[in-house]
Protein backbone atom coordinates (compact mmCIF):
# COMPACT_ATOMS: atom_id res chain seq x y z
CA UNK A 1 0.00 0.00 0.00
CA UNK A 2 2.95 2.22 0.93
CA UNK A 3 4.57 1.68 -2.00
CA UNK A 4 1.87 2.13 -4.13
CA UNK A 5 1.26 5.71 -2.56
CA UNK A 6 4.99 6.13 -3.52
CA UNK A 7 4.71 5.41 -6.55
CA UNK A 8 1.72 7.57 -7.79
CA UNK A 9 3.42 10.39 -5.34
CA UNK A 10 6.89 10.68 -7.51
CA UNK A 11 4.75 9.57 -10.64
CA UNK A 12 4.80 12.50 -13.14
CA UNK A 13 1.27 14.33 -14.09
CA UNK A 14 0.76 14.51 -17.70
CA UNK A 15 -2.52 16.79 -16.42
CA UNK A 16 0.02 19.69 -15.79
CA UNK A 17 1.84 19.47 -18.63
CA UNK A 18 -1.24 19.56 -20.69
CA UNK A 19 -2.60 22.59 -18.61
CA UNK A 20 0.55 24.18 -19.07
CA UNK A 21 0.00 23.96 -22.92
CA UNK A 22 -2.98 24.53 -22.75
CA UNK A 23 -2.70 27.98 -20.78
CA UNK A 24 0.66 28.73 -23.26
CA UNK A 25 -2.04 28.21 -26.15
CA UNK A 26 -4.60 31.37 -24.65
CA UNK A 27 -1.41 33.56 -24.41
CA UNK A 28 -0.42 33.60 -27.76
CA UNK A 29 -4.29 33.18 -28.79
CA UNK A 30 -4.85 36.58 -26.82
CA UNK A 31 -1.47 38.63 -27.82
CA UNK A 32 -2.47 37.46 -31.25
CA UNK A 33 -5.98 39.61 -30.54
CA UNK A 34 -4.40 41.98 -28.64
CA UNK A 35 -2.20 43.03 -31.43
CA UNK A 36 -5.06 42.83 -34.19
CA UNK A 37 -7.15 45.14 -31.78
CA UNK A 38 -4.51 47.23 -31.71
CA UNK A 39 -4.36 47.51 -35.46
CA UNK A 40 -8.02 47.86 -36.17
CA UNK A 41 -7.67 50.96 -33.16
CA UNK A 42 -5.18 52.72 -34.99
CA UNK A 43 -7.64 52.01 -38.31
CA UNK A 44 -10.33 53.39 -36.73
CA UNK A 45 -8.88 56.54 -35.43
CA UNK A 46 -7.53 57.23 -38.81
CA UNK A 47 -10.75 57.01 -40.38
CA UNK A 48 -12.32 59.26 -37.17
CA UNK A 49 -9.46 61.37 -38.19
CA UNK A 50 -10.84 61.72 -41.55
CA UNK A 51 -13.77 62.21 -40.87
CA UNK A 52 -13.24 65.19 -38.98
CA UNK A 53 -11.30 66.70 -40.81
CA UNK A 54 -13.63 66.02 -43.67
CA UNK A 55 -16.55 67.53 -41.66
CA UNK A 56 -14.94 70.71 -40.97
CA UNK A 57 -13.71 71.17 -44.41
CA UNK A 58 -17.52 71.15 -45.46
CA UNK A 59 -18.02 73.46 -42.22
CA UNK A 60 -15.37 76.05 -43.19
CA UNK A 61 -16.94 76.09 -46.66
CA UNK A 62 -20.51 76.54 -45.75
CA UNK A 63 -19.83 79.49 -43.54
CA UNK A 64 -17.22 80.82 -46.81
CA UNK A 65 -20.75 80.23 -49.32
CA UNK A 66 -23.15 81.65 -46.32
CA UNK A 67 -20.51 85.09 -46.04
CA UNK A 68 -21.12 85.66 -49.72
CA UNK A 69 -24.63 85.52 -49.70
CA UNK A 70 -24.87 88.02 -47.00
CA UNK A 71 -22.08 90.40 -48.23
CA UNK A 72 -24.14 90.00 -51.85
CA UNK A 73 -27.34 91.37 -49.88
CA UNK A 74 -25.84 93.57 -47.63
CA UNK A 75 -23.91 95.62 -50.77
Do not use: C
Not at 15 to 30: G, P
Request: proline share 1%.
Amino acid sequence: MIRKFIEWYFSPTEKLIVEEHNFYSKIVELEERIAKLEEENIETSNTLYEIINSIDAVDVRIDILTGEKWIEKNV
